[in-house]
């Protein structure tokens, strides 16, 4: 059974939903996403990835800088859908937008909501150490992540970093969107409301909670290091030059926080102690420690800030 959707989603993590919702066939009527944004030094801008694969499809791309407007929500109307899918599509959408399509405006949110509303939901569960996550389809209302839950998908965070989370739970959210659209409008859904306790807000990473404190416990340390691998990366300095840390694991150690306790790149954290495995230095490739080593030497005793 085939939809009339407007699909409405930006970065990578978006892209594997519309690709799942056209393979499913169904009438995508326009795909809304952020305007292309510069890439920086004089390279002008890049389309975002959903704009790019809603090109490749040739379907009718919309970029507006704002929804509130009453001619922007016309246009929308106008379209006659039946629902919107919106998945990390960075605008607020006004009620108008919320209420015009027949069955409703439905988001896949990357975390067991209520816990982790907000904008980084990923990240913040691997920092806050949670053993596990998913990926939640509600209906949207004017709340941030605050509407009835369709469906869920849970799996295990284990070790994973940010950047494996991500890629896990796109491609599971673009499973659970589909059967969650199937299932709605079969009529065979129960909407459930969010639990009343245990909302938590996952704010956008912010630059200064990018560098490692080695004050913090190993464990700590660990959680940031893979919250942020790859990016934006979790940093400190070495030999005056800043370093990321993309992967990292907890050993048994000891010694001043900070401090190279071993040759192989063994760390003293305010408790315990961390292996980097994983490096990355300013401008150059990730690679294993081992490798960097060999070009870039932090002997025992070096001190990382």
């Not at 959408?93 to 904008?119: D, K, Q, T, V, Y």
């Not at 209906?139 to 009835?148: I, K, Q, V």
């Not at 796109?170 to 079969?186: F, I």
């Amino acid at each position: 059974m085939t939809l009339r959707i407007a699909f409405m989603g930006t970065p990578d993590f978006a892209a594997p939903t519309l690709s799942e919702l056209i393979g499913q066939g169904h009438d995508i009527a326009a795909v809304y996403t952020q305007p292309a944004r510069p890439k920086g030094r004089g390279l002008g801008s890049e389309p975002s990835p959903v704009a790019k694969l809603a090109m490749a499809e040739g379907l009718e791309l919309r970029t507006p800088e704002s929804l509130k407007s009453a001619e922007a929500q016309a246009q929308f109307a106008a379209l006659h859908l039946d629902a919107a899918v919106v998945v990390a599509y960075g605008l607020l959408l006004p009620s108008p937008i919320l209420h015009a399509p027949r069955l409703g405006c439905f988001n896949l949110h990357a975390s067991l909501l209520p816990r982790w509303r907000g904008a980084a939901p990923i990240q913040r569960a691997i920092e806050a150490g949670d053993s596990e996550t998913g990926v939640m389809v509600m209906r949207m209302e004017e709340g941030l992540d605050t509407g009835p839950i369709l469906m869920a998908e849970r799996t295990e965070i284990g070790r994973k970093t940010f950047g494996e989370l991500h890629d896990e739970l796109s491609l599971l959210g673009a499973s659970l969107m589909a059967r969650a659209l199937a299932a709605l409008e079969r009529g065979s859904i129960e909407e459930k409301p969010q639990a009343a306790e245990g909302a938590t807000y996952a704010k956008k990473i912010a630059n200064e909670e990018t560098r490692i404190l080695w004050s913090k416990s190993d464990v700590a340390i660990d959680c940031l290091i893979r919250a942020l691998s790859p990016l934006p990366g979790a940093w400190c300095e070495a030999n005056e030059e800043r370093l990321k840390i993309l992967y990292a694991e907890p050993v048994p150690g000891e010694g001043v926080a900070g401090e190279i306790i071993s040759d192989d790149l063994v760390v003293a954290c305010g408790e315990g102690a961390l292996k980097l495995l994983r490096l990355q230095r300013a401008g150059g490739r990730a690679m294993p420690a081992a490798e960097l080593l060999r070009g870039f030497p932090l002997p025992k005793g070096t001190k990382l800030s």
